[in-house]
């Protein structure tokens, strides 16, 4: 009995010290599964690589024409400081359009659908706007609101503008006829209808056109600074492309795509939580 209690004793001195031994491997396992999950998900990006180094070199083009890939990440990566001043900027005139662009698309469609008068005036100039292609309104835009930074922004508004006014409106007028018949039997009226039906109907639809704008708002934003503007994306891809410079070019609408994705899951991932909040 005095052996097996003495084992007993030194088997739970030990078991701190192994504990010990085994708690660097133990870390290193929790440092290397999430990174190879990160690798896992990284294989379309990879795949995507390979395949535009393959079209590069299977056509014969030169750099001068179009780059292999590694240059183009390479310039990105080395030249990190030079992208991230351009970066900040067309994402901020992106979320300036994309929130500008909502509100003002929620409140036409909250117009249009309280009065049919303001629908005949509202609902033909939206048709207009989303009719004309915005590169032909840029040097309008830029006679009435100025050159640079307002005729950018008021660009980007307007690309934001009609998905919100449409799916806004489409959630307005599918409240169901059986609510609105309730609520006109306890005499409530537009307004109330509005804030206790018309939202919880209109807020999943707005924030469909959110997540599909987000990235139209970042290319937007990208071709107004191209055409105008002395700042962003755009500009650093104007200014790269006229001295000829193809590896920055390219890398140039390399971040844009990748800020486009990323802007897309941050809208994806926000209309989840509204709509699971709405119910």
């Known amino acids: 009995m005095v052996g097996g209690a003495g084992r007993d004793r030194g088997l739970a001195r030990g078991l701190p010290r192994l504990r010990a031994a085994a708690a660097p491997g133990r870390r290193e396992v929790l440092v290397i599964r999430p990174a190879l999950r990160g690798l896992v998900h990284l294989w379309p990006v990879?795949?995507?690589?390979?395949?535009?180094?393959?079209?590069?070199?299977?056509?014969?083009?030169?750099?001068?024409v179009a780059p292999r890939p590694w240059p183009v990440v390479g310039d990105v990566v080395l030249g990190v400081v030079d992208y991230l001043p351009s970066v900040g900027y067309t994402l901020g005139v992106a979320l300036v359009g994309l929130v500008g662009g909502t509100a003002i698309g929620f409140a036409a469609a909250v117009l249009v659908w309280s009065s049919t008068a303001v629908a005949g005036v509202v609902t033909p100039a939206a048709l207009i706007i989303r009719s004309v292609p915005i590169t032909a309104m840029i040097p309008i835009i830029?006679?009435?609101?100025?050159?640079?930074?307002?005729?950018?922004?008021?660009?980007?508004?307007?690309?934001?503008?009609?998905?919100?006014?449409?799916?806004?409106?489409s959630g307005l007028t599918s409240i169901p006829s059986a609510g609105r018949d309730l609520f006109a039997v306890l005499g409530a009226g537009k307004v109330q209808v509005l804030r206790r039906l018309g939202?919880?109907?209109?807020?999943?639809?707005?924030?469909?056109?959110?997540?599909?704008?987000?990235?139209?708002?970042?290319?937007?934003?990208?071709?107004?600074?191209?055409?105008?503007?002395?700042?962003?994306?755009?500009?650093?891809?104007?200014?790269?492309?006229?001295?000829?410079?193809?590896?920055?070019?390219?890398?140039?609408?390399?971040?844009?795509?990748?800020?486009?994705?990323?802007?897309f899951l941050a809208a994806r991932g926000l209309e989840r939580r509204v709509v699971a909040r709405v119910g």
């Open 199 to 263: 939202v919880l109907h209109a807020l999943p639809q707005l924030m469909v056109s959110v997540r599909i704008t987000a990235p139209t708002a970042v290319l937007g934003a990208m071709l107004a600074e191209f055409l105008m503007g002395a700042h962003g994306l755009g500009a650093l891809f104007s200014e790269s492309r006229s001295y000829m410079d193809m590896e920055r070019s390219w890398g140039v609408a390399l971040v844009a795509t990748v800020l486009s994705v990323l802007v």
């Open 46 to 64: 990879l795949l995507v690589l390979v395949a535009w180094d393959l079209w590069v070199v299977l056509n014969g083009y030169t750099a001068t």
């Open 142 to 169: 830029a006679r009435i609101v100025g050159y640079g930074d307002p005729a950018v922004i008021t660009s980007t508004v307007l690309i934001c503008f009609f998905p919100a006014f449409v799916f806004t409106l």
